[in-house]
């Protein structure tokens, strides 16, 4: 029985853990060869990458960090030189406000240093992916590139000035880049996730300050958190012939938490 992405290949960054993970897995599932990119977890990565082989996929793993030009070229030119083509993306690679990676803090009270490093992995770092991957997937004249973005960038929090300008700005890049593709077939779009298990955000979160994991799913319409594979799946659609009328969209898959 054949598989929607038979032939296919796709680069994941961000797949060591949480979200990237399942959807590298995900995208193994349905046949595509996957190309795992992580910076500091290396273990991690790898980890994703001998359960896709255990599993029977195919799949290699690249160390890149998306704040670096080099980097992100040498990534995208692996994934050419290893499997011939790049057909989709998921830019994944991200970092938040969790109390032991990144401090929450008010914008009175962040740095300079904070600042600078959430809008170099959030949005250059996507900035730059989005550059080398749409001038590979032009010379093929298809792609189809997912952004992760948050529901931050439509609701803000109290000590997420940085994440929260991060994504938004991710957002607004993402059309830019949808238009811009739109001539070469390159579809471009965007998941916003709410509250995920099994992230790293969400467990530092809840480890530094409780009443975040223990409030919110009450706050949530579906009355649950999300998991990884809500996200992926909604990746696994935008990369599908089945959204192939759709891009520039950016898609909150929140259990109706925007919503009210």
Known sequence: ????????????????????????????????????TTDSNIKGGEETVKLIKDAGGEAAFV???VRKESDVEA???????????????????GI?????????????????????????????????CLKYEMRQMFK???????NTSSIGALAAVPGFCAYTASKAGLNGLTKSAALEGAAFNVRVNTIMPGPT????????????TP??????????????????????????YFCSDAASW??????????GMTLT
């Not at 680069?11 to 795992?36: D, H, P």
């Not at 032991?100 to 914008?107: E, F, T």
């Not at 759709?246 to 259990?255: F, I, R, Y």
């Open 140 to 146: 093929q004249k298809y792609g189809a590139i997912v």
């Open 197 to 208: 298990d099994n992230t790293l955000l969400f467990e530092y979160l809840n480890s530094t």
């Open 211 to 236: 009443e975040f994991g223990n409030d919110t799913p009450n706050m949530i319409p579906l009355k649950r958190i999300g998991h990884p594979e809500d996200m992926a799946e909604a990746v696994i």
């Open 96 to 128: 938040g406000p969790d109390g032991k990676r990144v401090p929450l803090m008010n914008i009175v009270d962040c740095t300079e240093e904070i600042w600078d490093k959430t809008l170099d992995i959030n949005l250059k770092g996507v900035f730059l």
């Open 1 to 36: 029985m054949s598989k929607k992405f038979d032939g296919k290949v796709a680069l994941v960054t961000g797949g060591a853990s949480g979200i990237g993970k399942k959807t590298a897995q995900v995208f193994a599932r349905e046949g595509a060869k996957v190309v795992v």
């Open 246 to 255: 759709v891009t520039g969209q950016c898609l909150a898959v929140d259990g």
């Open 63 to 65: 160390k890149c960090d």
């Open 75 to 93: 990534a995208v030119a692996k994934c050419v030189s290893l499997y011939g083509r790049l057909d989709y993306a998921f830019n994944n690679a």
